[in-house]
């Protein structure tokens, strides 16, 4: 079958509809988001734990960050991880365990900062919890913070109540 030989200017026409048509997907990328990254941020323990992140959290995908050891959901960003942040101490912050991790919860007005526990090098999530259930941000993420092993774990006051009596 013989196709018939388009003129110059169709030529140019086709080339810049098939141009445009390729271009779509590449316009509809979200820019990198800009996070800091944390001081330990080159910690080889964080590796592990960024292979294993979720490509969505609830129906929030997963995006493209500018730092090591980041990474965002949701566009505009609704949830925000940054590993090698500094290790909390012992603290009366809340600390709550979800599927075998530690948290601490510090509730700030909007933006909640959740560190976990026992684990080094720490991991910090940054959300709002009016716009994401924080139950849902540390389920989907407990299978990779697992990935950092846990060194010791949080305490409450029902177990400070079996102590030896001191001496």
Do not use: F
């Not at 012992?90 to 600390?95: F, K, M, N, Q, S």
Request: aromatic content about 2%.
């Amino acid at each position: 079958m013989h196709r018939p030989q388009l003129s110059l200017p169709a030529r140019i026409a086709r080339l810049a509809l098939i141009g445009s048509l390729a271009a779509i997907p590449l316009t509809s990328c979200s820019p990198p988001v800009d996070v800091p990254a944390a001081q330990d941020a080159a910690n080889p323990a964080c590796a592990p734990m960024m292979v294993a992140l979720p490509d969505a959290i609830g129906e929030y995908s997963l995006r493209k960050t500018n730092s090591q050891a980041t990474a965002a959901w949701g566009d505009p960003s609704l949830v925000i991880l940054r590993c090698g942040v500094n290790v909390p101490g012992p603290t009366t912050d809340r600390c709550v365990t979800v599927n075998g991790i530690d948290w601490v919860i510090k509730e700030g007005n909007p933006v909640w900062t959740l560190t976990t526990y026992g684990r080094e090098p720490a991991t910090e999530i940054l959300m709002d919890p009016d716009k994401i259930s924080s139950a849902t941000v540390l389920a989907d993420l407990a299978a990779a913070a697992g990935k950092v092993p846990a060194a010791r774990n949080c305490v409450g006051q029902e177990d400070l109540q079996n102590l030896p009596p001191s001496q």
